[in-house]
């Protein structure tokens, strides 16, 4: 992976193919809908954007400091991390005091409004209970119907929900990424919007999943909303450069993409100019 040394990984491939058998979705639901993947790069505002680079900033103090106090590092980096996440979704996430929405809000507003307005139903994903709160603002502004669903939906409130959902009951479903990303069949919806990526690419898929199924019969369209020049956009980066290496290997994404080493995650704290940051962040 580190040498991008095609000829080792063939080699590594051709090791441990006696010891896999796997049947991808493509060759056994070859009936399937095509689905197309859309990232939708989101623009901050200039003030969003520096907010964002404060952040930053104070993140990589916090990371220094605390290795200088010898406390462990992949902690505080994650801990970090975290936070600059959660203020790609919404500044409000982090700095509750703040009077102003994220532009994430603005573009998923929009595009929700548009899905709708076309007769397209959509699935809504998000790893924050409540961004997902946030982003129901802005529907109930618009007058758009949604179900909802999350960790702490009862059983017997989470199946009555999907239910209404597949028969027409709604134009948008909210779920939280941990309690709807597998075990529920969504046909009835034909776009899948992912609000903040998730460190592992196959949990997002798994989460796509629920619409691109048996009894889907029309193509998928999915949209991961980032925020452009955040750590969500080097999160992107990193996905796809796992994801590669995955499928070089095994032919299918794997837990294998979410592994990230501490130099990659120390990585997405540097700032985009930073000559570490071309060469973890640098041309597939």
């Known amino acids: 992976e580190k040498q991008k040394d095609g000829a080792a ?24 809908p095509p689905r197309t993947e859309i990232v939708h790069l989101v623009q901050p505002s200039a003030e969003e954007k520096a907010f964002l680079e404060a952040l930053r900033r104070n993140a990589q103090e916090a990371v220094s400091a605390a290795a200088k106090a010898g406390q462990p590092a992949p902690m505080q980096v994650l801990a970090e991390l975290m936070r600059l996440r959660r203020a790609a979704c919404d500044p409000r996430l982090v700095t ?10 603005q573009a998923f507003a929009e595009l929700a409004t548009e899905l709708v307005a076309n007769g397209h139903k959509a699935l809504v994903f998000s790893q924050f209970v409540d961004f997902l709160q946030i982003l129901r603002a802005p529907l109930d502004a618009a007058g758009i119907r949604y179900q909802y669903l999350d960790g702490a939906t009862p059983a017997a409130e989470r199946s009555k929900r999907v239910a209404a959902f597949q028969a027409g009951d709604a134009d948008l479903f909210l779920i939280s990424l941990k309690a709807g990303g597998v075990g529920l069949n969504l046909t009835a919806a034909d776009t899948v919007i992912h609000v903040d990526p998730w460190w592992n690419p196959a949990v997002e898929s798994q989460a796509t999943d629920r619409a691109h199924r048996i009894g889907q019969d ?18 992107q980066t990193l996905q796809q450069r796992k994801s590669a290496l995955a499928d070089a290997v095994l032919g299918h994404d794997t837990e294998q993409a979410s592994k ?12 985009l100019e930073d000559p570490q940051a071309s060469h973890v962040f640098g041309a597939l």
């Open 96 to 105: 509750p005091g703040l009077n102003w929405v994220g532009a994430k809000v």
């Open 218 to 235: 029309k193509p998928v369209f999915v949209y991961k909303l980032v925020i452009e020049g955040s750590i969500e956009d080097r999160i």
């Open 260 to 271: 990230f080493s501490l130099d990659e995650l120390n990585g997405l704290l540097a700032p």
């Open 9 to 32: 990984r063939q080699r590594l491939r051709r090791l441990i193919s006696p010891f896999l058998l796997r049947r991808t979705k493509q060759q056994v639901l070859q009936d399937l």
